[in-house]
Protein backbone atom coordinates (compact mmCIF):
# COMPACT_ATOMS: atom_id res chain seq x y z
CA UNK A 1 0.00 0.00 0.00
CA UNK A 2 1.32 3.99 -0.33
CA UNK A 3 2.72 5.07 2.69
CA UNK A 4 1.24 8.08 4.36
CA UNK A 5 3.39 10.77 4.63
CA UNK A 6 1.96 12.70 7.34
CA UNK A 7 2.02 9.58 9.64
CA UNK A 8 5.29 9.04 12.20
CA UNK A 9 6.23 6.30 10.43
CA UNK A 10 9.51 6.58 8.66
CA UNK A 11 8.96 5.57 4.57
CA UNK A 12 10.95 1.85 4.10
CA UNK A 13 14.01 3.03 2.27
CA UNK A 14 13.28 -0.11 -0.06
CA UNK A 15 9.82 0.50 -1.15
CA UNK A 16 9.44 0.28 -5.13
CA UNK A 17 9.64 3.45 -6.46
CA UNK A 18 7.94 4.15 -10.12
CA UNK A 19 10.16 3.10 -12.56
CA UNK A 20 10.95 6.48 -14.57
CA UNK A 21 12.68 7.44 -10.83
CA UNK A 22 14.55 4.15 -10.09
CA UNK A 23 15.95 4.86 -13.50
CA UNK A 24 16.86 8.32 -11.95
CA UNK A 25 18.47 7.00 -9.09
CA UNK A 26 20.90 4.59 -11.27
CA UNK A 27 21.69 7.42 -13.37
CA UNK A 28 23.27 9.48 -11.05
CA UNK A 29 24.93 6.83 -9.39
CA UNK A 30 26.80 5.19 -12.57
CA UNK A 31 26.65 8.55 -15.00
CA UNK A 32 26.80 11.38 -12.61
CA UNK A 33 29.13 9.59 -10.37
CA UNK A 34 27.06 10.37 -7.01
CA UNK A 35 28.16 8.31 -3.98
CA UNK A 36 25.85 5.80 -2.46
CA UNK A 37 24.60 8.05 0.31
CA UNK A 38 23.88 11.04 -1.91
CA UNK A 39 21.99 8.28 -4.05
CA UNK A 40 20.03 7.35 -0.82
CA UNK A 41 19.34 10.43 0.13
CA UNK A 42 17.51 11.12 -3.39
CA UNK A 43 15.73 7.79 -2.78
CA UNK A 44 14.58 9.29 0.39
CA UNK A 45 13.48 12.69 -1.24
CA UNK A 46 11.86 10.52 -3.74
CA UNK A 47 10.09 8.51 -1.57
CA UNK A 48 8.91 11.45 0.53
CA UNK A 49 7.04 13.48 -2.92
CA UNK A 50 5.19 10.30 -4.52
CA UNK A 51 3.95 9.27 -1.25
CA UNK A 52 2.18 12.46 -0.69
CA UNK A 53 0.73 12.14 -4.74
CA UNK A 54 -0.29 8.79 -3.43
CA UNK A 55 -1.67 9.50 -0.83
CA UNK A 56 -4.00 12.87 -2.95
CA UNK A 57 -4.27 10.34 -5.92
CA UNK A 58 -5.37 7.35 -3.86
CA UNK A 59 -2.88 4.78 -5.34
CA UNK A 60 -2.35 1.61 -3.44
CA UNK A 61 1.34 1.74 -4.70
CA UNK A 62 4.00 4.40 -5.45
CA UNK A 63 4.59 2.81 -8.87
CA UNK A 64 1.20 3.56 -10.26
CA UNK A 65 1.89 6.69 -10.39
CA UNK A 66 2.99 6.59 -14.09
CA UNK A 67 3.77 8.85 -16.76
CA UNK A 68 0.29 10.46 -17.26
CA UNK A 69 0.64 11.49 -13.54
CA UNK A 70 4.03 13.12 -14.02
CA UNK A 71 3.04 14.50 -17.00
CA UNK A 72 0.63 16.34 -15.27
CA UNK A 73 2.67 17.87 -12.32
CA UNK A 74 2.71 21.56 -12.49
CA UNK A 75 4.89 24.28 -10.67
CA UNK A 76 1.61 24.88 -8.30
CA UNK A 77 1.93 21.39 -7.03
CA UNK A 78 5.50 21.19 -6.48
CA UNK A 79 4.75 24.30 -4.53
CA UNK A 80 1.81 22.76 -2.69
CA UNK A 81 4.12 20.09 -1.89
CA UNK A 82 7.00 22.25 -0.68
CA UNK A 83 4.15 24.19 1.92
CA UNK A 84 2.92 20.85 2.99
CA UNK A 85 6.73 19.77 4.27
CA UNK A 86 6.49 23.24 6.08
CA UNK A 87 3.04 23.55 7.57
CA UNK A 88 2.16 19.73 7.89
CA UNK A 89 5.99 18.14 7.95
CA UNK A 90 7.69 21.02 10.29
CA UNK A 91 10.87 20.64 8.49
CA UNK A 92 13.27 23.46 8.57
CA UNK A 93 14.18 25.84 5.26
CA UNK A 94 17.45 23.41 4.85
CA UNK A 95 15.99 20.25 4.82
CA UNK A 96 12.98 21.62 2.00
CA UNK A 97 15.81 22.92 0.20
CA UNK A 98 17.52 19.63 0.07
CA UNK A 99 14.04 18.32 -1.15
CA UNK A 100 13.60 21.06 -3.54
CA UNK A 101 17.18 20.87 -4.39
CA UNK A 102 16.35 16.64 -5.32
CA UNK A 103 13.53 17.75 -7.22
CA UNK A 104 14.95 20.48 -9.68
CA UNK A 105 17.46 17.28 -10.21
CA UNK A 106 14.54 14.81 -10.61
CA UNK A 107 12.74 16.87 -13.20
CA UNK A 108 15.50 17.91 -14.95
CA UNK A 109 16.63 14.39 -15.80
CA UNK A 110 13.42 13.43 -16.72
CA UNK A 111 13.09 16.69 -19.15
CA UNK A 112 16.52 16.69 -20.33
CA UNK A 113 18.23 13.09 -20.12
CA UNK A 114 14.96 10.30 -20.58
CA UNK A 115 12.32 12.86 -22.15
CA UNK A 116 9.59 11.62 -19.93
CA UNK A 117 7.99 14.77 -19.45
CA UNK A 118 7.68 17.78 -22.75
CA UNK A 119 8.46 20.56 -19.69
CA UNK A 120 9.90 21.25 -16.51
CA UNK A 121 7.70 22.22 -14.13
CA UNK A 122 10.83 22.11 -11.25
CA UNK A 123 12.77 24.91 -13.78
CA UNK A 124 11.38 28.06 -11.91
CA UNK A 125 10.98 26.22 -8.72
CA UNK A 126 12.63 28.58 -5.66
CA UNK A 127 14.16 26.92 -2.92
CA UNK A 128 13.29 28.23 0.48
CA UNK A 129 15.65 31.47 1.86
CA UNK A 130 17.93 30.15 4.38
CA UNK A 131 19.61 32.09 7.12
CA UNK A 132 23.73 31.90 6.62
CA UNK A 133 24.72 30.79 9.89
CA UNK A 134 28.33 30.94 11.09
CA UNK A 135 29.87 28.03 11.81
CA UNK A 136 30.42 26.57 15.50
CA UNK A 137 34.02 25.36 16.12
CA UNK A 138 36.34 24.75 18.71
CA UNK A 139 38.85 27.85 20.41
CA UNK A 140 42.65 26.93 19.91
CA UNK A 141 43.18 25.99 23.78
CA UNK A 142 39.76 24.25 24.05
CA UNK A 143 41.30 22.71 21.05
CA UNK A 144 44.79 21.99 22.54
CA UNK A 145 42.56 20.73 25.98
CA UNK A 146 41.16 18.36 23.50
CA UNK A 147 44.18 16.44 22.23
CA UNK A 148 46.05 16.63 25.73
CA UNK A 149 42.27 14.49 26.68
CA UNK A 150 43.18 11.70 25.04
CA UNK A 151 43.78 8.15 27.27
CA UNK A 152 43.82 4.81 27.79
CA UNK A 153 43.99 1.48 25.49
CA UNK A 154 43.72 3.30 21.88
CA UNK A 155 45.06 6.53 22.78
CA UNK A 156 47.95 6.38 19.94
CA UNK A 157 44.36 6.07 17.37
CA UNK A 158 42.50 8.40 18.72
CA UNK A 159 44.98 10.95 18.97
CA UNK A 160 45.97 10.67 15.31
CA UNK A 161 42.25 10.99 15.03
CA UNK A 162 41.70 13.77 16.66
CA UNK A 163 44.90 15.58 15.11
CA UNK A 164 43.82 14.32 11.78
CA UNK A 165 40.52 16.18 12.45
CA UNK A 166 41.63 19.21 13.70
CA UNK A 167 44.56 19.98 11.65
CA UNK A 168 43.42 18.64 8.14
CA UNK A 169 39.69 19.59 8.76
CA UNK A 170 38.67 16.04 6.93
CA UNK A 171 35.09 14.95 6.69
CA UNK A 172 34.14 12.15 9.06
CA UNK A 173 33.34 9.91 5.48
CA UNK A 174 36.84 10.59 4.58
CA UNK A 175 38.97 9.61 7.78
CA UNK A 176 36.94 6.56 7.96
CA UNK A 177 37.83 5.51 4.85
CA UNK A 178 41.61 6.73 4.88
CA UNK A 179 43.90 3.57 3.45
CA UNK A 180 47.48 3.40 4.49
CA UNK A 181 48.72 2.75 0.69
CA UNK A 182 47.09 6.14 0.34
CA UNK A 183 49.71 7.95 2.61
CA UNK A 184 52.85 9.37 0.81
CA UNK A 185 55.26 11.54 2.33
CA UNK A 186 53.39 14.42 3.86
CA UNK A 187 50.58 13.90 1.75
CA UNK A 188 46.93 11.69 2.10
CA UNK A 189 44.86 11.31 -0.83
CA UNK A 190 41.12 10.71 0.15
CA UNK A 191 37.92 10.07 -1.41
CA UNK A 192 35.31 13.42 -0.53
CA UNK A 193 32.03 13.69 -1.71
CA UNK A 194 30.51 11.90 -5.45
CA UNK A 195 34.02 9.41 -4.88
CA UNK A 196 36.03 12.65 -5.70
CA UNK A 197 40.06 12.58 -4.77
CA UNK A 198 41.82 15.24 -3.24
CA UNK A 199 45.22 15.53 -2.35
CA UNK A 200 45.26 16.80 1.72
CA UNK A 201 49.04 18.06 3.10
CA UNK A 202 50.02 16.94 6.26
CA UNK A 203 51.68 19.02 8.66
CA UNK A 204 54.30 17.37 11.18
CA UNK A 205 51.81 16.95 13.91
CA UNK A 206 49.80 14.50 11.56
CA UNK A 207 52.86 13.12 10.25
CA UNK A 208 54.34 11.66 13.87
CA UNK A 209 50.50 10.68 15.00
CA UNK A 210 49.86 8.60 12.18
CA UNK A 211 54.04 7.10 12.65
CA UNK A 212 53.04 6.83 16.50
CA UNK A 213 49.40 4.75 15.95
CA UNK A 214 51.22 2.97 12.95
CA UNK A 215 53.85 1.59 15.53
CA UNK A 216 50.76 0.02 17.59
CA UNK A 217 48.20 -0.45 15.25
CA UNK A 218 47.12 -4.39 14.58
CA UNK A 219 48.47 -6.59 12.11
CA UNK A 220 46.21 -7.60 9.32
CA UNK A 221 47.07 -10.93 6.84
CA UNK A 222 47.26 -9.99 3.60
CA UNK A 223 43.76 -11.29 2.73
CA UNK A 224 41.92 -9.30 5.54
CA UNK A 225 39.75 -6.87 3.36
CA UNK A 226 40.50 -4.07 6.26
CA UNK A 227 44.18 -4.96 5.81
CA UNK A 228 44.79 -1.48 3.94
CA UNK A 229 42.32 0.39 6.55
CA UNK A 230 44.12 3.14 8.33
CA UNK A 231 42.16 3.10 11.25
CA UNK A 232 40.91 -0.42 13.12
CA UNK A 233 38.12 -1.17 15.25
CA UNK A 234 38.50 -2.99 18.71
CA UNK A 235 37.73 -5.78 16.41
CA UNK A 236 39.88 -5.21 13.96
CA UNK A 237 37.98 -4.15 11.40
CA UNK A 238 37.61 -0.79 9.16
CA UNK A 239 36.80 1.84 11.54
CA UNK A 240 32.89 2.77 12.16
CA UNK A 241 31.18 6.65 11.53
CA UNK A 242 29.50 5.73 14.79
CA UNK A 243 32.88 4.37 16.48
CA UNK A 244 34.63 7.90 15.95
CA UNK A 245 31.54 9.76 16.36
CA UNK A 246 31.55 8.05 20.10
CA UNK A 247 35.12 8.61 20.27
CA UNK A 248 35.39 12.06 19.67
CA UNK A 249 32.17 12.64 22.36
CA UNK A 250 34.11 11.00 24.92
CA UNK A 251 37.11 13.36 24.98
CA UNK A 252 35.34 16.09 24.34
CA UNK A 253 33.57 15.33 27.60
CA UNK A 254 36.87 14.46 28.92
CA UNK A 255 38.18 17.81 28.55
CA UNK A 256 35.19 19.90 30.22
CA UNK A 257 33.71 20.70 26.58
CA UNK A 258 30.29 20.42 26.04
CA UNK A 259 29.49 16.82 24.02
CA UNK A 260 26.22 18.03 22.92
CA UNK A 261 27.46 21.39 21.27
CA UNK A 262 30.13 19.81 19.32
CA UNK A 263 31.08 16.89 16.61
CA UNK A 264 33.38 15.60 14.31
CA UNK A 265 31.68 17.92 11.79
CA UNK A 266 32.17 21.01 14.20
CA UNK A 267 35.97 19.81 14.52
CA UNK A 268 36.33 19.98 10.83
CA UNK A 269 34.86 23.92 11.40
CA UNK A 270 37.90 24.28 13.76
CA UNK A 271 40.17 23.00 11.75
CA UNK A 272 38.94 25.41 8.68
CA UNK A 273 38.98 28.65 11.24
CA UNK A 274 42.20 28.01 12.56
CA UNK A 275 44.04 27.69 9.48
CA UNK A 276 42.28 30.69 8.70
CA UNK A 277 42.69 33.18 11.27
CA UNK A 278 46.13 31.61 12.34
CA UNK A 279 47.62 30.25 8.84
CA UNK A 280 47.30 33.43 6.64
CA UNK A 281 45.40 31.18 3.93
CA UNK A 282 43.84 32.71 1.12
CA UNK A 283 39.68 31.94 0.89
CA UNK A 284 40.92 29.81 -2.57
CA UNK A 285 43.43 27.76 -0.70
CA UNK A 286 41.13 26.63 2.04
CA UNK A 287 38.33 25.84 -0.82
CA UNK A 288 40.67 23.42 -2.07
CA UNK A 289 41.90 21.97 1.03
CA UNK A 290 38.31 21.45 2.27
CA UNK A 291 37.19 20.18 -1.20
CA UNK A 292 33.81 22.53 -1.63
CA UNK A 293 32.87 22.38 -4.92
CA UNK A 294 31.72 25.84 -4.42
CA UNK A 295 33.19 28.94 -3.11
CA UNK A 296 30.28 30.16 -1.46
CA UNK A 297 30.45 27.13 0.96
CA UNK A 298 33.98 28.25 2.17
CA UNK A 299 32.90 32.10 2.54
CA UNK A 300 31.65 31.28 6.04
CA UNK A 301 34.80 31.15 7.09
CA UNK A 302 35.31 35.05 6.25
CA UNK A 303 33.27 36.30 8.84
CA UNK A 304 34.66 34.38 12.30
CA UNK A 305 37.42 36.63 12.77
CA UNK A 306 36.21 40.52 12.30
CA UNK A 307 39.93 41.42 13.62
CA UNK A 308 41.33 40.11 10.25
CA UNK A 309 38.86 42.00 8.60
CA UNK A 310 39.64 44.95 10.16
CA UNK A 311 43.60 44.19 9.58
CA UNK A 312 43.24 43.53 5.71
CA UNK A 313 41.80 46.99 5.48
CA UNK A 314 44.06 48.96 7.35
CA UNK A 315 46.83 46.70 5.26
CA UNK A 316 45.16 48.64 2.52
CA UNK A 317 47.83 50.53 0.38
CA UNK A 318 45.82 53.73 0.28
CA UNK A 319 45.31 53.33 3.93
CA UNK A 320 47.44 56.55 4.99
CA UNK A 321 46.35 58.41 1.85
CA UNK A 322 44.53 61.66 3.36
CA UNK A 323 43.12 64.55 1.77
CA UNK A 324 45.40 67.54 2.74
CA UNK A 325 43.38 70.30 4.16
Given at each position: ???????????P????????????L?????I????E???R??????L???????????A?N?????????KG???????????????E????????A?????????????????????S????D?????????????????????????????????????L??????????????G??????????????????????????????????????????LG?????????F??E??Q????R???Y?????????????????????????A?????Y??????????????????????????N????????R??P????????
Open positions: MASNISSNEKIIETPLPYYAEEFIYMESRGKSNTVEYRHDLAFFSYFAKHKKELEDLDVTFIITLADLYKYINFLSKRKLKPTSRRKVASLRSFFKYLYGKAHVIDNPALLESPKLTKKLPVYLQLNESKALLSSVDGENGERDYCITLFLNCGMRLSELCINISAIKDNTIIVKGKGDKERTIYLNEACEKAIKDYLKVRPKDDDPDQDALLSRKRISRTVQTVKKYLYAAGIDPTKYSTHKLRHTATLMYQGDVDIRSLQEILGHESISTTEIYTHVSGKLAEAVANLASEKKED
